[in-house]
């Protein structure tokens, strides 16, 4: 019976869709996503960044990126911080769907790097603080899947 485990390897291009709203979160999340390319020695040149308004516009960027059909994997990144209203659910609720979609139709990794807290201290400790980088995070979760995409399709006589 085959396996499949993807390891944290560069086996194609990479795009990355960042939200410029809460961008003293998101740029943390930028710089942990951009080591994870390195460390898996993606060369800078084979990432892409799309700077967006905000999390409820990753999808519609992810999925212009997955069109392109030049990106083996996308990672998303985003800080929705819970307010006073319900604005808080609906914007992260959506991000997770529309990225989820873009995923499932395209058959690419889409790392979900949006962070859903309740405070911008929390924020910030999982953009590279106490609680570790989620762009990192993210990005090796979305290699690894690429990679394992690849063995898969390989072993079954697809292009990868």
Known sequence: MPAFEGR???TG???IVASRYNELVTTRLLDGALAACREAGLPEAR???IWVAGAFELPAAAAA???TGHYVAIVALGAVIRGETAHFDFVAGQAAAGLTQVSVQHAIPVAFGVLTTDTLPQALARAGGDAGN???EAAMAALRL???????REAHGRQA
Do not use: I, S, T
């Open 8 to 10: 944290p390897v560069a």
């Open 134 to 136: 989620k762009g990192h």
């Open 13 to 15: 291009p990479v795009c």
């Open 65 to 67: 990126a997955a069109e």
């Open 146 to 152: 690429a990679d394992g995409l690849r063995q898969l």
């Open 47 to 49: 990432v892409d960044v």
